[in-house]
């Protein structure tokens, strides 16, 4: 059996019931990976209470969000689109990538946005000091450069950019340990934090 690369099929049933109940269209999609994901189990309220749906799959680079952008954003008719995505690419989960490729997807999916009439919120890759999974690599070096080249492409399309980099970053460029429970994923105190950074952007 072929793989599913994109994992087109992990929001399937899902996708059709959203386009069902928001007949007129959601507030927001949140496209991500683990950290979306996450973000969707651990602060389910937050997302029925603001009509937002998370398309996060856990594990996801930007090429394989890329892919699935029609199926999991533009399809389900949302006003705006959150996009946060970049960390497992500097992971090389599917292997080494340049930073401007991955500038490059993510502007692919701002451009297929802005072509539907979808607001588009950028928000910055979250701080990493160390992957657990690629001890190796120096995330702390390549985040913060490609958080620089995000903003630029946010503000040569005109999307909100969404800083919350800046406020959840030790003094080592790595996650505050009040945010986060393995220096990459937010806890709940986490989340509500890139709430209260995120919500005046979509208010």
């Given amino acids: 059996m072929a793989q599913d690369y994109p994992f087109l099929q992990r929001y399937d049933s899902l996708n059709e019931i959203d386009?069902?109940?928001y007949s007129k269209g959601v507030e927001a999609v949140?496209?991500?990976n683990s950290i979306t994901e996450g973000w969707v189990q651990q602060r389910p309220e937050f997302f029925?209470?603001?009509?937002?749906?998370?398309?996060?799959?856990s594990g996801q680079t930007t090429d394989q969000m890329l892919l699935r952008f029609r199926t999991d954003v533009?399809?389900?008719?949302?006003?705006?689109?959150?996009?946060?995505?970049?960390?497992?690419?500097?992971?090389?989960?599917?292997?080494?990538?340049s930073l401007s490729t991955i500038s490059g997807y993510?502007?692919?999916?701002?451009?297929?946005?802005?072509?539907?009439?979808?607001?588009?919120f950028i928000i910055s890759v979250l701080p990493a000091e160390i992957y657990p999974w690629r001890t190796h690599l120096k995330?702390?070096?390549q985040i913060p450069k490609l958080n620089t080249m995000?903003?630029?492409?946010?503000?040569?399309?005109?999307?909100?950019?969404?800083?919350?980099?800046?406020e959840m970053t030790n003094e080592r460029m790595g996650l505050d340990e009040n945010y986060a429970y393995d220096g990459v994923h937010p806890t709940s105190e986490g989340?509500?934090?890139?709430?209260?950074?995120?919500l005046p952007y979509l208010k």
């Fill in 150 to 166: 995000l903003q630029n492409l946010a503000k040569k399309h005109k999307a909100k950019y969404v800083d919350v980099f800046a």
């Fill in 139 to 141: 995330p702390n070096i």
């Fill in 106 to 120: 993510v502007e692919s999916m701002v451009e297929l946005a802005n072509s539907n009439g979808i607001e588009v």
């Fill in 19 to 21: 386009k069902s109940r």
């Fill in 74 to 97: 533009i399809d389900l008719n949302p006003k705006r689109v959150v996009i946060l995505a970049g960390t497992n690419d500097i992971a090389e989960n599917n292997g080494k990538v």
């Fill in 30 to 32: 949140f496209m991500g």
């Fill in 48 to 57: 029925s209470e603001n009509n937002f749906l998370g398309r996060g799959i």
């Fill in 191 to 198: 989340y509500v934090k890139m709430e209260s950074i995120l």
